[in-house]
């Protein structure tokens, strides 16, 4: 087995592990990973990976390393375990790597969760594995898409819904940061669908077109033109970027007209900084799975999955329309497609109009 792992304090350092597999235990399934997506949204596992334990799923066996989680599919390569057969195919969290081991509990037609010792404490919502044979929102012809946006979407998703629990927090506007993300554009959808307060997207010069051209956004502005944004009007901040000195300069221009400021990610995962001493409301840092947990308490399970069904549908209408799609697969094969993806996201090169698609089952014979 074979695993990318970074230095956790200095993320451009990589290496690849490798590791001598075990016989398979008792109650153990292996799992060969077939793809997986990488996007700025792992940047963000990996930045806030100590904060939230995101290191924690998939231990390297060192402190100083850590193994970044990615989404996406795999097939039973071996089972030792009741109810799961080998040759089925699962969308899950895995990790950077060709192939795991996990120890399956509450198997069911509609999958499992990994119950090992060192995930128990960790956030079901992480743990859990769908059989995509029976996941009504699983289309093979889409699995591209759905690696690249379905955790993303659910984020997205639940941001929407945490603000229209909230009543917006009183804002007219909501004014997103990192606004050319996948996460910033599925929330800002969701705002639009609801007919919610008015959405301004922030965004670098750069991507500013592209991020105009969706048309989930009522205004786009670039970094440099902060001085456009209406300060006036209640708003609430969504901070996909993490960029402290960023956040700073929307603090001071909104001061208590600022309701809200919800931190969510870091694709300026190395501008990351404290909200101290800024002026308005404390930056609250968004915890997806919280959320789930009040709405299925609310809703209960089935109807929360229906509603982010629907919504998924909804989405994928823009994301896929072959006029002019939103997104568009990037497929890479061998190391050093994963090398230099991963860089070009720390970095902030990756163009925000293509999601990357890796395959490290072909590893071995691409880097011969």
Same mark, same amino acid.
């Given at each position: 087995?074979?695993?990318?792992?970074?230095?956790?304090?200095?993320?451009?350092?990589?290496?690849?592990?490798?590791?001598?597999? !075990?016989?398979? $235990?008792?109650?153990?399934?292996?799992?060969?990973?077939?793809? #997986?997506?990488?996007?700025?949204?792992? @940047?963000?596992?990996?930045?806030?990976? =100590? /904060?939230?334990?995101?290191?924690?799923? #998939?231990?390297?066996?060192?402190? !100083?390393?850590?193994?970044?989680? @990615?989404?996406?599919?795999? +097939?039973?390569?071996?089972?030792?375990?009741?109810?799961?057969?080998?040759?089925?195919?699962?969308?899950?969290?895995?990790?950077?790597?060709?192939?795991?081991?996990?120890?399956? !509990?509450?198997?069911?037609?509609? &999958?499992? @969760?990994?119950? /090992?010792?060192?995930?128990?404490?960790?956030?079901?919502?992480?743990?859990?594995?769908?059989?995509?044979?029976?996941?009504?929102?699983?289309?093979?012809?889409?699995?591209?898409?759905?690696?690249?946006?379905? %955790?993303?979407?659910?984020?997205?998703?639940?941001?929407?819904?945490?603000?229209?629990?909230? =009543?917006?927090? &009183?804002?007219? !506007? @909501?004014?997103? /940061?990192?606004?050319?993300?996948?996460?910033?554009? &599925?929330?800002?959808?969701?705002?639009?669908?609801?007919?919610?307060?008015?959405?301004?997207?922030?965004?670098?010069?750069?991507?500013?077109?592209?991020?105009?051209?969706?048309?989930?956004? +009522?205004?786009?502005? /670039?970094?440099?033109?902060?001085?456009?944004?209406?300060?006036?009007?209640?708003?609430?901040?969504? =901070?996909?970027?993490?960029?402290?000195?960023?956040? &700073?300069?929307?603090?001071?221009?909104?001061?208590?007209?600022?309701?809200?400021?919800?931190?969510?990610?870091?694709?300026?995962?190395?501008?990351?900084?404290?909200?101290?001493?800024?002026?308005?409301?404390? %930056?609250?840092?968004? #915890? *997806?799975?919280?959320?789930?947990?009040?709405?299925? *308490?609310?809703?209960?399970? *089935?109807?929360?999955?229906?509603?982010? *069904? =629907? $919504?998924?549908?909804? #989405?994928?209408?823009?994301?896929?329309?072959?006029?002019? %799609?939103?997104?568009?697969?990037?497929?890479?094969?061998?190391?050093?497609?994963?090398?230099?993806?991963?860089?070009?996201?720390?970095?902030?090169?990756?163009?925000?109009?293509?999601?990357?698609?890796?395959?490290?089952?072909?590893?071995?014979?691409?880097?011969?």
């Amino acid at each position: 087995m074979n695993r990318f792992v970074v230095d956790r304090q200095n993320l451009r350092r990589n290496r690849w592990q490798e590791i001598a597999p !075990a016989p398979l $235990a008792d109650g153990s399934v292996r799992l060969r990973i077939a793809s #997986f997506a990488l996007t700025a949204n792992n @940047v963000t596992y990996a930045a806030f990976g =100590d /904060a939230m334990n995101y290191w924690s799923f #998939f231990p390297t066996g060192d402190d !100083a390393t850590g193994c970044i989680p @990615v989404w996406g599919f795999a +097939d039973v390569a071996e089972s030792r375990c009741d109810g799961i057969a080998p040759g089925e195919r699962y969308y899950g969290y895995w990790p950077m790597a060709d192939a795991v081991d996990l120890t399956p !509990a509450r198997v069911g037609e509609s &999958g499992f @969760v990994d119950a /090992a010792p060192h995930r128990r404490e960790l956030h079901a919502l992480y743990n859990q594995y769908l059989r995509c044979s029976a996941d009504p929102g699983y289309d093979p012809a889409q699995e591209a898409e759905q690696a690249l946006l379905r %955790p993303l979407f659910f984020t997205s998703f639940l941001i929407d819904d945490f603000l229209a629990d909230n =009543d917006d927090f &009183g804002a007219r !506007a @909501v004014v997103i /940061a990192s606004a050319s993300s996948k996460t910033a554009y &599925g929330t800002a959808f969701c705002l639009k669908r609801r007919d919610g307060p008015a959405v301004v997207g922030l965004t670098s010069a750069a991507n500013r077109a592209y991020t105009q051209r969706l048309g989930c956004y +009522d205004r786009v502005l /670039a970094y440099d033109d902060l001085d456009e944004l209406d300060a006036n009007v209640p708003s609430v901040y969504v =901070d996909m970027s993490g960029h402290a000195a960023l956040r &700073g300069e929307v603090h001071r221009r909104y001061g208590d007209r600022l309701t809200y400021s919800c931190a969510v990610g870091g694709t300026h995962w190395d501008e990351l900084g404290s909200g101290q001493g800024l002026p308005g409301p404390k %930056p609250t840092l968004f #915890f *997806a799975p919280a959320q789930v947990a009040k709405r299925r *308490a609310d809703w209960g399970a *089935a109807a929360l999955q229906q509603r982010l *069904a =629907d $919504a998924w549908r909804a #989405f994928m209408v823009p994301v896929t329309d072959p006029r002019d %799609p939103w997104l568009r697969v990037v497929r890479g094969t061998g190391r050093q497609a994963v090398e230099e993806v991963y860089l070009a996201l720390l970095d902030g090169r990756a163009r925000p109009e293509e999601g990357h698609v890796l395959e490290p089952s072909s590893w071995q014979s691409a880097d011969r």
